[in-house]
């Protein structure tokens, strides 16, 4: 009996032996990175709170100056000086993230624009700022946009182990902070005045800079290295740039698109919509619009194509859905339900390309890549947007609108005829 129970525990440490060899031969599974790091979870507050309060400026700027007595073109101009400062600093803006790190240029660009709201805040609950104070302070505020926005580009790859999913999760964030900021605004304006708006719009980006100043970004080896002037750092983003064909090949589309349909879709949208059916109407199809592009982030975080510009592509044939409907007069359930067709395709489209760059592009020229997409598609968009008026009273709303369909269908084409763009595959 002893011996049998001697030769029974050797059989089992000897079996347990070889198992734990074993167990230790296979290698454990890794849980990957969790996406709701403390980086990201400031950066998601600090992006939801900046999408909140700019969604309020315009509100507050037809409230105020209009309020007080001003036409409606200055409401117009304020904000054209906005986006003029904008695609103007933009690409210095690019270059500045990566030289002097993206997280320090986007504390700086809230840092900058805080004091400019607070008086617009400020002015605006007194009585009626003078107009080229406010037309320079919108500049300013440009400026300060300019120097943000391509640091957004450059940090989620830094921050997200997941890019995509982070991409898709900011974009149901801000498609929401899209809608609700004026909402908000309206609701301040008719409880207090335009001066409140403001006021809340200056503390998102108070908000920001402190969860900016909190983020705590391991350095890349390009951050703090020597770099050349200005000018020298424009031309070898530019080098960059001209080197990936798939990144110009689609500016190079997309800025036909911005000029024919995406520029044009806004104003003729408004006009057209708030004369056949009433501002209130137009007010329910932004909000619309606003819901489908959160349910466009939605799938982004549960698709995840092999080729993601292509599906991208594919996906962009809702909006052409969207400016048929507004073209051959629909009903308005109908309009409604292009809208937030056209609002997921399109945010579907941008996860794809966001998502693409930053995966793509070397993180020490990100910012500036980012720069150059950005400047080229807002300029094209505003020189649409301007040209839509005198165009629709040559040709027709509606003529205008139908064509701009005919044309997103063939940039889709164009994406997907483009060898690089179309076999682009998932990092």
């Known amino acids: 009996m002893v011996q049998t129970n001697a030769w029974y525990l050797c059989l089992f440490v000897t079996d347990n032996t070889y198992k734990s060899e074993a167990a230790e031969r296979i290698p454990a599974p890794v849980e990957p990175p969790a996406l709701w790091n403390r980086n990201f979870r400031l950066f998601f507050v600090a992006r939801a709170v900046a999408v909140f309060g700019e969604g ?97 580009a450059s940090t989620i790859p830094r ?136 349910a466009g982030g939605l799938i982004a975080l549960r698709l995840r194509p092999v080729r993601p510009l292509a599906a991208g592509a594919i996906a962009l044939l809702g909006l052409p859905v969207n400016l048929l409907l507004l073209g051959t007069g629909a009903a308005v359930p109908l309009l409604c339900a292009g809208q937030f067709v056209g609002g997921a395709s399109f945010a579907f489209w941008l996860v794809m390309w966001s998502t693409s760059v930053q995966t793509h592009v070397p993180q020490e020229a990100l910012n500036r890549m980012h720069a150059y997409d950005v400047a080229g598609s807002l300029l094209m968009m505003g020189v649409g947007r301007a040209l839509s008026g005198p165009v629709a009273g040559l040709l027709g709303t509606r003529e205008v609108l139908l064509a701009g369909a005919g044309i997103a269908v063939s940039v889709v084409g164009a994406l997907l005829v483009v060898r690089p763009v179309r076999t682009l595959s998932r990092v």
């Open 159 to 294: 921050i997200a182990p997941d890019v995509q999913r982070a991409n898709a999760v900011l974009r149901v964030v801000e498609a929401l902070m899209t809608m609700a900021g004026p909402a908000a605004a309206g609701l301040l304006v008719a409880l207090w005045n335009a001066g409140a708006a403001f006021a809340v719009n200056s503390l998102a980006f108070a908000v920001s800079a402190v969860c900016f100043t909190l983020m705590r970004i391991a350095p890349v080896p390009s951050d703090g290295i020597e770099r050349g002037s200005l000018g020298t750092e424009l031309a070898l983003g530019w080098r960059e740039f001209r080197a990936r064909s798939w990144l110009w090949g689609v500016i190079a589309i997309w800025t036909v698109y911005g000029l024919t349909v995406a520029g044009p879709m806004v104003p003729l949208t408004a006009s057209l919509v708030t004369g056949e059916h009433g501002s209130a109407t137009y007010g329910v199809l932004m909000a619309v619009n606003g819901a489908g592009s959160a």
């Open 56 to 152: 309020m400026v315009p509100v507050a700027f037809a409230a105020g100056l209009i309020g007080a007595g001003h036409s409606g073109s200055s409401v117009g101009y304020a904000l054209g000086l906005w986006t003029a400062a904008f695609a103007v600093f933009v690409l210095f803006g690019g270059v500045l993230a990566d030289r002097f790190t993206a997280r320090r240029m986007m504390i700086l660009a809230d840092l900058l624009r805080l004091p400019g709201t607070v008086l617009l805040a400020v002015t605006f609950a007194l009585g009626s700022p003078p107009l080229w104070a406010v037309y320079a302070l919108s500049a300013v505020s440009g400026i300060g946009a300019a120097l943000f926005q391509p640091g957004v």
